[in-house]
């Protein structure tokens, strides 16, 4: 089958619904994206977009837009958060664009994703409906699927060679056939907000990505809006939403979670009134993300991971741009492409979800451990450091 015969068809319209648009309208595929909200528009805050998905964006056409937008850091410098000193620290930067060849980047959501959605609306090959929530899915007889799409208050159906499944952690997709798993509370909540930079100069460099290690929490700071505001994200582990309720969150803020922190860095928190809360919640990456019939999952929808490598919504760039060049390769035998996806995708899901999982541990870690961990940073070398680093943002 050829590209421009194709058709895809792409539930959601967040950074892993237009990125898997883009990357497929960039083989020649063309791809409608259905998007249940009234308003393109991202919710949350800050992301870090490291270099293995800002080449990504490059190729896309993409990058010069967002980093209009964005800040290039300076490096990434671990701390204690009970003293504040600095453990260790990772040069970006410029550094970044000579190792890994394209820029680490941090930048709002919405920035990006307003980026994404003008690119997407100006591709002739790209379609994107509002007002237009993807319900389901069933495989049709002679290949490809059909998707229960309501939109104004009635389903519709629509058909397609292959269905992609962008929507999220609640994915309507994964409810089908053998994708099916739930969502699971991983037991941490995270806390975001947003001050002026200005706000954080007696605490931390506003230029740089600051990570606060603690064993009770880890607080991440970096700038955001080319260099105005900071975004901040604390994670502490918490009771499970259905035992204390979800507006309990509300009331323990991070000025009562930080306790132990060095005074700045409370003062700091302390002062901000915008934190809102968010139940981390993960899905079984080792599930089946595709059926050969005609759908995959993508980012949160196939293996919504943790936040502690920052490569969530990066998995989900690179994800897209995996799917959409694996169908390219191989459009007329796509059980084998999805297959080759799938096989590619999964081991380097499984490495960046452990390198979290190390992360989680080594950051919350207390006593000796936390001191080991400390005299091991403090030996090594910045070069050394960065070269840890290579498997993950040199990734192509």
């Known amino acids: 089958m050829k590209a421009s015969s194709m058709q895809i068809a792409i539930a959601g319209a967040g950074i892993a619904g237009l990125t898997a648009a883009l990357a497929f309208a960039r083989h020649g595929f063309s791809v409608r994206i259905f998007e249940r909200s009234v308003q393109l528009s991202e919710v949350g805050a800050g992301i870090q ?38 453990i260790a620290s990772v040069a970006l930067g410029k550094a970044a664009i000579r190792r890994w060849g394209t820029p680490y980047i941090t930048i709002h959501r919405a920035d990006l994703h307003a980026v994404l959605v003008e690119a ?17 899915a069933e495989f049709n007889p002679d290949g490809g699927a059909t998707l229960s799409v309501e939109k104004d208050g009635a389903i519709k159906t629509t058909s397609c060679d292959l269905a992609v499944g962008a929507d999220g952690v609640r994915s309507a997709l994964r409810n089908t056939g053998r994708l099916t798993r739930p969502d699971r509370f991983s037991g941490y909540v995270a806390w975001r907000a947003t001050t002026a930079a200005q706000n954080c100069s007696n605490v931390f460099a506003p230029s740089k990505v600051h990570a606060f290690l603690h064993r009770n929490f880890h607080l991440v700071a970096y700038p955001v809006r080319q260099g105005e505001i900071v975004n901040l994200v604390t994670i502490a582990r918490m009771p499970a939403p259905e035992k204390i309720g979800t507006d309990a969150y509300r009331s323990l803020l991070p000025p009562s979670i930080i306790d132990g922190a060095a005074d700045e860095l409370d003062a700091l928190v302390s002062e901000l009134d915008t934190w809102l809360p968010w139940p981390i919640n993960e899905v079984d990456h080792d599930a089946p993300w595709t059926d050969p019939a005609g759908l995959a999952l993508i980012g949160d929808a196939a293996h919504a991971m943790g936040p502690y ?6 998995m989900a760039i ?48 207390s006593g000796p451990v936390a001191f080991g961990r400390d005299v091991v940073l403090a030996l090594r070398r910045q070069e050394s450091l960065a070269a840890d680093f290579d498997w993950l943002y040199g990734y192509d």
């Not at 509002?130 to 319900?135: G, L, N, Q, S, Y």
């Open 309 to 314: 490598a920052a490569q969530g919504a990066v």
């Open 120 to 136: 997407a609306r100006a591709h002739p090959l790209i379609e994107l409906e509002t007002k237009a929530r993807v319900c389901g």
């Open 49 to 86: 977009v490291s270099s293995n998905a800002t080449r990504i964006l490059d190729r896309l056409g993409v990058l010069e837009a967002a980093q209009e937008l964005a800040v290039q850091p300076d490096a990434i410098d671990l701390h204690r958060a009970d003293s504040g000193r600095i």
């Open 318 to 365: 690179e994800d897209a741009a995996a799917l959409a060049a694996s169908v390219a390769a191989q459009p007329d035998n796509l059980p084998r492409a999805l297959a080759r996806f799938e096989v590619v995708r999964r081991e380097r899901v499984r490495n960046v979800v452990r390198r979290g999982s190390f992360n989680r541990f080594v950051w919350h870690a």
